[in-house]
Each structure stands twice: as C-alpha cells, then as structure tokens.
C-alpha cells in the first residue's frame, strides 16, 4: 500500500510534464504571442498538424497564473501512537510554454513552471512549510507524417522548502512521446517517462487518446485525468475533469535528510470566461483526494492520510 501510494504520488509531476509537451501537438492554433511573426510564419509554412484548429473549444493554455486553495483537513498518521494533523494548503503557480524554433517537419519548444506551494499546519506534529519549485522544460518535436508525431522532452526540477532553511533538491523528468492521428477528431497519444526522484529511478509508460466529437466539445481521456470541455459560445467554456496537486521536497530532520511529499488527485468543475483577446479567467470547485503526506519513500515512509476535502481553483491563463 504504502509502496503504491509513494508511485501515485510520483507520477504527479511527471505527467504535468507529458502534458506541457503534448498540448502543443494537440491544441497550438496559428497565433501565438503578439510579435512573433517568425515563429508564426514558420508555424503556417510547417507541416505540423494542429488537432483543434476546426474546433470552436479554445485551446489549451501556453500561460498561466493559477492559484489552488484547500481549506482544513484532518490527516491520520499510519502510526496510530501520533496525533492527528490539520492542514491547510495554498498553492501558486507561474508558467509558460512556446516554440523557440519551427522548421518544415521540426520544432523546438521551451518552457518554465515556478510555483510557491504554502502548507499551513493548524495542529499536529509537523511544522508549517513553504516549498518553491522551478521546473524549466525543453523539447523537440517532429511531424514524422501526416499522421503521426513524435516528441522528446527533458525537464531538470529544483525544489526547496525555504520556511525552515531546508536544502535545495534535484531531480527531473525525460520522456518520449507521440501522437497517432486515426482520424481527424481523434488521436492517440503514447509514450514513456523516465524519473530520477532525489535519487530514484522510475519508468512510466503514458497512454491515452484525444477525441472531438463536436466543434464545441473536447473530449481527453489521457490515463489518469479525464478531462472534458465543452464551448457553449465562443466566450464561455465549462470544464470537468481529474487533475493532481501537490509538492515533493528533501527537508532536514535533526541530522539527517529526508524527502517529504504532499499530494492529492482532484475532481473538479469549473467556468472560464474571455476577458480580453486571447486572456481567459477560470474558476473551479470540486473534491481533493487520495491526499496524503508522506516522509520517505520506502516501506518504512511515515505517512499522514487525509479524507476528501475541498478544493477551489482561481487562474489567469492565456489560450492562444
């Protein structure tokens, strides 16, 4: 059990990062950024082959300011000699993601992620941690066809919990992946994640499909985080679907240290509205859980375990 958890856990940046690489390939429309007229020459010129450019759904964000809210849970140690704890977690997040380059049949893409994860302990053993997280991410793509693409990312991540002096800690994720087109409103998507966790080495194999049924409705079913997004205008969008949280982060205990992860899976409905041009405003609501603080990653990890829970998301994103 504990075993599984720690995995579930661990998959959580990693498939942030599959994510960052794919939506381009999926969802990049022919305007990007305001005077990048090379870049968006190159992308009209290229053979790549944009999945939503006939769908009304915006496409997936290239930037974002996201703000994610869980008010007091209670965790219960798997240790039943330690007392409960009581958490509140505030978590904020910057980041973009574009092409560098664009040639006929390839593209180079960079990214960055900076998040402050603020994790407030009402009562328990634990203290209050502050964890920052700068993930930047470079990738190469390649419209090997007109049916399929292939893509290779690397993404070094840095992270330290600053409250507490902690120490900074490194790991980071490579992958490959690619996208099958087996029809124009439907695509699969496949692949492998390699992670080196403060030390740990892990594989993950990645699958799952993209399909538009309708101008005005996308359907993801990239395993684990259903996602579907309906456009009842072209100002409105309503959105459901499973999406992780959390922080990982190497902390010292007296003399010795130790990794600490804070996660949880969400479930969640949310509103966006078009505030000006290509900038929306999303809000969400829905249920955290599978939320669990855990110190370790072995079978001896001391692990806090929490019942579902809230979780209010509020984001400035911009969808090209």
Same mark, same amino acid.
């Given at each position: 059990?504990?075993?599984?958890?720690?995995?579930?856990?661990? #998959?959580?940046?990693?498939?942030?990062?599959?994510?960052?690489?794919?939506?381009?390939?999926?969802?990049?429309?022919?305007? #990007?950024?305001?005077?990048?007229?090379?870049? *968006? /020459?190159?992308?009209?010129?290229?053979?790549? $082959?944009?999945?939503?450019?006939?769908? %009304? @759904?915006?496409? #997936?964000?290239?930037?974002?300011?996201?703000?994610?809210?869980?008010?007091?849970?209670?965790?219960?140690?798997?240790? %039943?000699?330690l007392p409960d704890a009581e958490v509140q977690e505030?978590?904020?997040?910057?980041?973009?993601?574009?092409?560098?380059? @664009? &040639?006929?049949? /390839? +593209?180079? *893409?960079?990214?960055?992620?900076?998040?402050?994860?603020?994790?407030?302990?009402?009562?328990?053993?634990?203290?209050? &941690?502050?964890?920052? $997280? =700068?993930?930047?991410?470079?990738?190469? +793509?390649?419209?090997?066809?007109?049916?399929?693409?292939?893509?290779?990312?690397?993404?070094?991540?840095?992270?330290?919990?600053?409250?507490?002096?902690?120490?900074?800690?490194?790991?980071?994720?490579?992958?490959? @992946?690619?996208?099958?087109?087996?029809?124009?409103?439907?695509?699969?998507?496949?692949?492998?994640?390699? %992670?080196?966790?403060?030390? $740990?080495?892990?594989?993950?194999?990645?699958?799952?499909?993209?399909?538009?049924?309708?101008?005005? =409705?996308?359907?993801? *079913?990239?395993?684990?985080?259903?996602?579907?997004?309906?456009?009842?205008?072209? /100002?409105?969008?309503?959105?459901?679907?499973?999406?992780?949280?959390?922080?990982?982060?190497?902390?010292?205990?007296?003399?010795?240290?130790?990794? %600490?992860?804070?996660?949880?899976?969400?479930?969640?409905?949310?509103?966006?509205?078009?505030?000006?041009?290509?900038?929306?405003?999303?809000?969400?609501?829905?249920?955290?859980?599978?939320?669990a603080w855990q110190l370790g990653e072995d079978d001896?990890?001391?692990?806090?375990?929490?019942?579902?829970?809230? @979780?209010?998301?509020?984001?400035?994103?911009?969808?090209?």
């Open positions: 059990m504990v075993a599984s958890f720690s995995m579930r856990l661990s #998959l959580i940046p990693a498939m942030r990062l599959v994510l960052l690489v794919l939506f381009v390939a999926v969802s990049l429309p022919c305007s #990007l950024f305001a005077g990048m007229q090379e870049i *968006l /020459d190159g992308l009209k010129a290229s053979e790549f $082959r944009f999945a939503r450019s006939g769908s %009304e @759904v915006p496409f #997936l964000p290239a930037g974002w300011l996201t703000h994610q809210y869980y008010p007091d849970a209670s965790f219960e140690a798997n240790l %039943e000699i505030n978590a904020t997040s910057l980041g973009a993601f574009m092409p560098l380059s @664009v &040639q006929s049949r /390839d +593209m180079v *893409l960079v990214g960055v992620d900076l998040s402050l994860d603020r994790i407030k302990v009402q009562s328990g053993p634990f203290r209050d &941690q502050d964890v920052v $997280r =700068l993930t930047p991410v470079a990738a190469w +793509m390649r419209q090997v066809n007109r049916n399929n693409l292939v893509a290779a990312f690397a993404a070094p991540i840095f992270s330290k919990e600053v409250r507490n002096g902690g120490e900074w800690g490194t790991g980071g994720y490579a992958g490959v @992946v690619g996208l099958h087109w087996r029809s124009d409103t439907m695509q699969w998507v496949y692949g492998a994640v390699y %992670e080196n966790s403060f030390g $740990r080495d892990r594989f993950y194999p990645y699958l799952g499909l993209q399909w538009n049924p309708h101008p005005r =409705l996308s359907v993801s *079913l990239v395993i684990p985080w259903p996602t579907i997004t309906y456009a009842p205008g072209e /100002d409105w969008i309503l959105q459901m679907g499973i999406s992780p949280g959390g922080s990982s982060w190497v902390s010292r205990q007296d003399r010795y240290e130790v990794t %600490e992860s804070f996660g949880s899976w969400n479930l969640a409905a949310g509103l966006g509205r078009r505030l000006y041009g290509h900038f929306w405003l999303v809000g969400s609501a829905g249920l955290a859980g599978l939320r001896s990890a001391l692990r806090y375990e929490a019942k579902p829970g809230a @979780v209010f998301t509020l984001a400035l994103q911009f969808r090209p």
